[in-house]
């Protein structure tokens, strides 16, 4: 009998092997798809000015068609993660990333500003929305014990993908114009982000059995979105990110325009025009932060990682704000801001899975992104409005501070307790 059962061990060290090998290509092929959808949101300030010029239309106009971007790209996400469950996500990510990439073909062809609207904003929005939650509700299920450094490391891909782009893309713009920009470089996307996506595949029942587990390694009930939904701690997450959201996007959508104001934006800074310089460290450290604090949180705790990241933002914005004639520390504060900011995109949904559990992973993350949309409406406008109302920055910089500073006492001081309560409660696995 003993000698049957020796080469049980190394088939089962094989298959460990496999898998943490397997998890590695997923990310990786996730990755690509990611930057495969960056560049419509990333690289839109390029287009912005080409197209009003085509289509004859004034920039209010036109910015529709970013606002259906995003307000498909996240207000949809739920129904495209029940999809995504249902289906999987191989087949549904191949689809969204085509999308993605048509809607710029689509695009070159347009003549007019409601057709614009259809292919950039309503395709587009909704191809990168499948692919957003998608990747990121996989690449959790993926890597239990290293959930925040996967989702982090990804949403990278999202948020850094479009420096490879941004310069081809303008230099093309030049050369050859805008119809033949979207039309070569959205083929080029489709293309990619499908042979990519082929290569997705869900965690074979073994590896995924193991997986179900929070950062402590502890079982986790999988829980679906209607039971989810019905859970005070979802909604205390979903406040939390949502007040995230929209406290980085009150100042970041309005940097170009208070920079101004503040008197920065022709000063050279390391040989460097302020502003430019400021906004290429900021994708940096906005990319970055995504997976550090990501794998951060897999060491020392969701809870603790948000509240010592949400009050950096915070102190960050206040030290930006005092020391606003200042044009050296404008720029590296600003990237100490987005450092402090982007990990959101890590940190919610590997506690959302941590909790919630991974077969629902997806849908769930779906409804708990819809608070990104809202901070994305309420950043840019409300921060707009309230400086018009006040003459002045303080108030918006204000707001957002304490928006930040609440939400690393809400993270510290009722979400870590509240989620420890409901993890010990019992219910079934």
């Avoid at 990310?27 to 560049?39: F, R, T, Y």
């Avoid at 529709?64 to 129904?79: G, N």
């Avoid at 919630?356 to 993350?365: D, L």
Wanted: aromatic share 12%.
């Amino acid at each position: 009998m003993n000698t049957r059962l020796q080469p049980i061990a190394p088939r089962i060290e094989n298959v460990s092997t496999s898998a943490t090998h397997n998890r590695w290509i997923q990310l990786g092929l996730g990755l690509v798809c990611m930057m495969a959808i960056s560049s419509p949101q990333y690289v839109w300030t390029l287009m912005t000015k080409p197209l009003a010029a085509k289509l004859g239309i004034a920039l209010p106009e036109l910015q529709v068609t970013f606002a259906l971007l995003i307000i498909l790209q996240t207000f949809f996400s739920p129904f495209q993660g029940k999809l995504i469950d249902r289906f999987g996500p191989r087949t549904l990510i191949s689809f969204g990333t085509v999308m993605s990439g048509l809607s710029w073909v689509f695009a070159s062809q347009v003549q007019s500003a409601p057709m614009l609207y259809l292919t950039y904003g309503v395709i587009g929005g909704l191809g990168t929305g499948i692919v957003y939650v998608g990747v990121v509700g996989l690449m959790v299920r993926w890597f239990p014990a290293q959930r925040g450094f996967a989702a982090g490391a990804v949403a990278a891909g999202y948020g850094m993908g479009a420096i490879v782009t941004t310069f081809p893309i303008a230099a093309s713009l030049q050369a050859r114009g805008v119809e033949a920009t979207l039309w070569m470089f959205g083929t080029a996307f489709a293309v990619v982000g499908l042979l990519a996506s082929q290569g997705l595949r869900v965690p074979p029942v073994h590896d995924a059995a193991g997986a179900n587990v929070n950062e402590a390694g502890s079982p986790v009930a999988n829980l679906r979105p209607s039971q989810t939904l019905r859970t005070p701690i979802f909604w205390l997450m979903f406040a939390m990110m949502t007040m995230m959201s929209t406290s980085g996007l009150m100042v970041t959508s309005q940097m170009a325009t208070f920079a101004a104001d503040f008197g920065v934006t022709k000063v050279l800074v390391f040989g460097m025009a302020a502003l430019p310089l400021a906004l290429t460290i900021d994708r940096f450290t906005n990319g970055l932060t995504r997976p550090l604090f990501g794998w951060v949180s897999d060491k020392v705790g969701r809870e603790n990682t948000m509240f010592f990241a949400f009050a950096l933002e915070g102190v960050a914005m206040a030290l930006w704000l005092f020391t606003r004639d200042n044009a050296v520390l404008f720029v590296l504060l600003s990237g100490v801001v987005f450092f402090g900011w982007g990990e959101i995109f890590s940190l919610f949904p590997a506690t959302l899975t941590d909790t919630f559990g991974t077969r629902h992973a997806t849908e769930n993350y779906g409804w708990l992104y819809i608070s990104q949309g809202i901070g994305s409406i309420l950043g840019g406008p409300l921060a707009a409005l309230m400086h018009q109302h006040a003459g002045s920055w303080l108030p918006v910089f204000g707001a957002a501070i304490t928006l930040d500073i609440v939400t690393a006492l809400l993270a510290i001081a009722v979400l870590k307790p509240m989620r420890r309560r409901f993890l010990a409660a019992p219910r079934g696995v």
